[in-house]
């Protein structure tokens, strides 16, 4: 039997670190023709990687996917400019490219993997009309409102927002299935007048951090353990405001930072302006692979979002590789990270910004007995289990895919 072709859009790829790797190559695995159309890997440095560029290595077929890499200006520094030329650069080139394809290559499905910006999906719109195929689209961020969030001018962010909210009904209108990685999208998909199939598909630890550990106490300090992009809608800010709390309290607390971002370089700077480096590691990026030897390094894992609505709901991917991994977990969030947190019984959290609760938590953990922190994390291993796993989460996947493809 012939193999059914699957189209998979998104804005990174292998080996930026998305979840949308596991997707393509399990995808090939199980007999499926996958091609990927993404762009020039530059995230999270914000240029292109080693061995890549806008006209340099293309094209590759990595475990049976044909990938196909589009031109697009890099990310650079992280500026407002460097962002819209990187989308648009990549917006651009990619409704070029699925001209180009819609007419010469037949596909019978397409996977629109919605990380931001969400007009990735209208190109994949364009390709669908023209072959009479269907979207799936698994849904990772909220818009408008991840635009509208950092208008201040009311007048623009009401004209803005109005305008936005056109383009994103539209592609509610459009797509076939919808993916979504946190339960608060339900009501915000139907406020956009979706009204067809909406599959919970939450994002999953990688095998790795699955892998038998010994998480034991380590060591004179207590590490708390701080992992993954460092932006402004990590609330980096209040993290630093807490990470100089705690450490005023108590020099035995230590802060343990690995990833990359745009805030990167002003917290290396806060740490040095207030001298504190010996209770502040900045290990940087690294590949995922390493992350468990980090992971292990930790008595506490923490999360932090900035204050707004779309944050709230959403759940930050690295919660589960946190879960997973058997860490106890320290929140300042909002929302359903907040409530997984609490419901599963594996740390303690406050609400966004509220750094000095956020470090009274720390004090409080830290004062723990080790028999109490395994237990949360116990806690958290069993939830992930129950809820997040990759296995359960891929059923949910196959299902829809055979749902449009067989019936």
């Given at each position: 039997m012939e193999k059914k072709k699957i189209i998979i859009i998104t804005n990174y790829f292998y080996p930026e670190n998305f979840k949308i790797n596991d997707i393509a190559f399990d995808l090939s695995t199980n007999n499926y023709d996958v091609t990927v159309v993404t762009g020039v890997p530059n995230?999270?440095?914000?240029?292109?990687?080693?061995?890549?560029?806008?006209?340099?290595?293309?094209?590759?077929?990595?475990?049976?996917?044909?990938?196909?890499?589009?031109?697009?200006i890099p990310r650079g520094n992280g500026s407002k400019l460097r962002l819209v030329l990187n989308y648009i650069s990549y917006l651009i080139s990619l409704f070029i490219y699925c001209f180009y394809i819609s007419f010469f290559k037949k596909f019978d499905l397409i996977f629109v993997h919605h990380v931001s910006p969400i007009f990735v999906a209208l190109p994949a719109i364009f390709l669908k009309k023209i072959q009479k195929i269907k979207i799936i689209f698994w849904n990772l961020d909220l818009w408008p409102e991840a635009v509208t969030h950092y208008i201040r001018n009311?007048?623009?962010?009401?004209?803005?927002?109005?305008?936005?909210?056109?383009?994103?009904?539209?592609?509610?209108?459009?797509?076939?299935?919808?993916?979504?990685?946190?339960?608060?999208?339900?009501?915000?998909?139907?406020?956009?007048?979706?009204?067809?199939d909406v599959i919970?598909?939450?994002?999953?630890?990688?095998?790795?951090?699955?892998?038998?550990?010994?998480?034991?106490?380590?060591?004179?300090?207590?590490n708390l353990m701080f992992a993954g992009n460092i932006g402004k809608g990590q609330d980096i800010e209040n993290l630093f405001n807490a990470i100089k709390?705690?450490?005023?309290?108590?020099?035995?607390?230590?802060?343990?930072?690995?990833?990359?971002?745009?805030m990167l370089n002003w917290l290396k700077s806060k740490v040095e302006k207030h001298k504190i480096q010996g209770n502040v590691i900045i290990y940087g990026s690294n590949p995922l692979n390493k992350m468990p030897e980090f992971y292990k390094k930790a008595d506490a894992?923490?999360?932090?979002?900035?204050?707004?609505?779309?944050?709230?709901?959403?759940?930050?991917?690295?919660?589960?590789?946190?879960m997973a991994f058997e860490k106890p977990i320290l929140g300042m969030i909002d929302g359903e990270a907040a409530s997984i947190i609490n419901e599963s019984q594996c740390g303690y959290c406050v609400k966004s910004g509220e750094y000095k609760s956020f470090s009274n938590n720390i004090i409080k953990i830290k004062a723990l007995k080790y028999s109490q922190l395994k237990r949360m994390g116990s806690?958290?291993?069993?939830?992930?289990?129950?809820k997040f796993s990759k296995e359960k989460t891929f059923k949910k996947l196959y299902s829809e895919i055979n749902k449009i493809l067989w019936n």
């Open positions: 995230y999270p440095a914000g240029k292109f990687y080693d061995g890549y560029g806008f006209c340099k290595n293309n094209h590759e077929i990595l475990n049976n996917v044909k990938i196909h890499r589009i031109p697009q009311l007048f623009f962010k009401k004209i803005i927002g109005y305008v936005l909210k056109i383009v994103v009904k539209f592609i509610y209108q459009n797509i076939d299935v919808l993916l979504i990685s946190s339960k608060s999208f339900k009501n915000h998909a139907k406020s956009m007048g979706y009204t067809k919970f598909f939450p994002n999953w630890a990688e095998d790795l951090f699955l892998k038998p550990k010994k998480n034991k106490k380590i060591g004179k300090y207590f709390e705690t450490i005023s309290l108590d020099r035995k607390i230590r802060w343990l930072i690995v990833g990359d971002g745009r894992m923490v999360i932090t979002l900035a204050k707004g609505s779309a944050y709230a709901k959403t759940i930050p991917a690295k919660l589960q590789s946190y806690n958290a291993n069993k939830y992930y289990l129950d």
